[in-house]
C-alpha cells in the first residue's frame, strides 16, 4: 500500500469511464444505422464495470484496487424495423432494420461518465498535491 | 516531547499513514461510482488509529513461518460498508457527493497532520543550532 496506488485506482477509473465514453460514442453515431436484417442491425453497447478485488495483499490489505471493464454488452431492447420499399438496404419485403439506440438514454450516460472521470481527475490531483507537500516536509 | 523516544513525531506518523489510507479508499469507492453492486467502504478513524497506537486489546495472528497467512491487516479490520443515503437499482451504494466531501476533508486532515510534524521538525531544528539559525 502506498499513495501511489491511489493513482492506479483514479487511473483505472478514468480507464473505465473512457471506454463509457467511447461506446456512447459509438451507440449515437450509429444511431441511425439501417441494416437488411434484424440480425445485421447495430444494437446499442454497454460497458460492464465490476471491481477489482486485490488478493490477500501485504499487511492484510482489503481496500480494492479499482475498477475494470469486464466486457462490453449489447443491448437486447427489440429492433425496431421500417417499411423503406425505395431504401437500398430494404429486404424482400420492403422493410429496413434500424438500430436500437435510444439518444437520450445515451446523452444521459455522457453527461454521468464525463462527471465520474472529473472526479478521478480531481482525485488525482488532490493526491499529488498532497504528495508535494509531503516532499516539502520540513522545508 | 522526550526526544528519546523511538518515536520523535508522536501520534502524527500513524495518523499521517491512516489519513493516507482512507484517502486510498474515498478514492476506490469514487472510481467504482458506477460500478454495478459496488458497496462503498469508509475507515472507521478511531478504531484504526487505537489500533495502530496499541491502545486495543486485540491480539493480532502471530505468523511464524513465512508460508503462513496472517489475519486481515488492522487497516481492514477497520474498514466498515458505509450506510447509503438513498437506495439505487444496480444496489451500488456510492454517493458522489458523500465522496468527494470526504475526500476533501481527508485532504485537509493530512494537511493538518502534515503542519504538525514540520512544526515538530522546526523545533528540533531550533533545538539543534541553539536558535541561531
Known amino acids: 500500500m502506498s499513495m501511489f496506488s491511489i493513482f492506479n485506482v483514479a487511473g483505472s477509473g478514468m480507464?473505465?469511464?473512457?471506454?463509457?465514453?467511447?461506446?456512447?460514442?459509438?451507440?449515437?453515431?450509429?444511431?441511425?444505422?439501417?441494416?437488411?436484417?434484424?440480425?445485421?442491425?447495430?444494437?446499442?453497447r454497454e460497458p460492464l464495470f465490476a471491481a477489482v478485488r486485490n488478493q490477500l495483499?501485504?499487511?492484510?490489505?482489503?481496500?480494492?484496487?479499482?475498477?475494470?471493464?469486464?466486457?462490453?454488452?449489447?443491448?437486447q431492447a427489440a429492433i425496431p424495423s421500417r417499411y423503406e420499399p425505395g431504401n437500398p438496404l430494404a429486404d424482400a419485403d420492403g422493410y429496413v432494420y434500424a438500430s436500437n439506440v435510444n439518444p437520450v438514454d445515451e446523452l444521459v450516460n455522457m453527461i454521468s461518465a464525463s462527471r465520474s472521470y472529473q472526479n478521478n481527475v480531481e482525485v488525482m490531483n488532490s493526491t499529488r498535491q498532497l504528495m508535494q507537500k509531503t516532499l516539502d516536509l520540513g522545508k | 516531547m522526550n526526544p528519546s523516544t523511538p518515536n520523535l513525531f508522536g501520534i502524527h506518523t500513524r495518523a499521517l499513514d491512516l489519513w493516507q489510507r482512507r484517502s486510498e479508499v474515498l478514492a476506490n469507492n469514487l472510481a467504482n461510482a458506477d460500478t454495478p453492486g459496488y458497496l462503498a467502504r469508509d475507515v472507521d478513524f478511531r478504531k484504526a488509529l487505537a489500533t495502530a497506537s496499541g491502545?486495543?486489546?486485540?491480539?493480532?495472528?502471530?505468523?511464524?513461518?513465512?508460508?503462513?497467512?496472517?489475519?486481515?491487516?488492522?487497516?481492514?479490520?477497520?474498514?466498515?460498508?458505509?450506510?447509503?443515503?438513498?437506495?439505487?437499482?444496480?444496489?451500488?451504494?456510492?454517493?458522489?457527493?458523500?465522496?468527494?466531501?470526504?475526500?476533501?476533508?481527508?485532504?485537509?486532515?493530512?494537511?493538518?497532520s502534515l503542519s504538525f510534524i514540520t512544526a515538530q521538525i522546526r523545533m528540533l531544528r531550533m533545538a539543534i543550532n541553539g536558535g541561531q539559525g
Open chain 2, 55 to 112: 491502545a486495543a486489546n486485540g491480539v493480532a495472528l502471530e505468523t511464524d513461518a513465512p508460508g503462513q497467512i496472517g489475519g486481515a491487516g488492522r487497516s481492514a479490520e477497520a474498514l466498515a460498508y458505509r450506510v447509503p443515503t438513498q437506495p439505487s437499482m444496480d444496489g451500488n451504494t456510492v454517493d458522489a457527493q458523500v465522496e468527494q466531501a470526504a475526500f476533501a476533508a481527508n485532504g485537509v486532515h493530512y494537511q493538518a
Open chain 1, 57 to 75: 495483499g501485504a499487511a492484510g490489505d482489503a481496500g480494492g484496487e479499482g475498477v475494470q471493464v469486464l466486457g462490453v454488452t449489447e443491448s
Open chain 1, 15 to 44: 480507464a473505465a469511464q473512457s471506454t463509457r465514453l467511447n461506446t456512447v460514442a459509438s451507440n449515437l453515431a450509429n444511431a441511425d444505422s439501417v441494416a437488411s436484417t434484424p440480425e445485421g442491425a447495430y444494437r446499442s
